[in-house]
């Protein structure tokens, strides 16, 4: 199985920094890639960033390009979000996701979820 411990959420004013990190544990043959989603209230969960495991080939929301970066220590199985001039509008609970290459195919797997908030 694989578990997916996130850190870094909270409070933070407009204009501020936070960085998220999602660490997987386990026992699983590769993760093939890792990344963040958000989802607010009364709206769909959504893509923030994603990033291969290997390569490091990264995907952005239009939303978050420039501001966001995503990062990854792949002898640790840990993802990074780095995310600078924040807004209102990112305020969301974020969820890290891991997509894992087993025998059987590949599986995503979520964790529980760090709530950010960006407020004056």
């Keep these: 199985q694989v578990q997916l411990v996130e850190s870094g959420g909270g409070l933070v004013q407009p204009g501020g920094s936070l960085r998220l990190a999602c660490a997987a544990s386990g026992t699983f043959p590769r993760i093939f890639a890792m990344g963040w989603y958000r989802q ?33 220590n792949d002898a640790k199985n840990t993802v990074y979000l780095q995310m600078n001039s924040l807004k209102p509008e990112d305020t969301a609970v974020y969820y890290c996701k891991a997509a894992v290459d087993w025998s059987a195919g590949r599986y995503d797997y979520w964790g529980q979820g760090t709530q950010v908030t960006v407020s004056s």
């Design 40 to 72: 607010a209230p009364g709206k769909e969960r959504e893509l923030v960033a994603d990033i291969t495991m290997g390569r490091g080939t990264t995907d952005y929301a239009d939303s978050v390009k420039g501001r966001f970066s995503i990062s990854r």
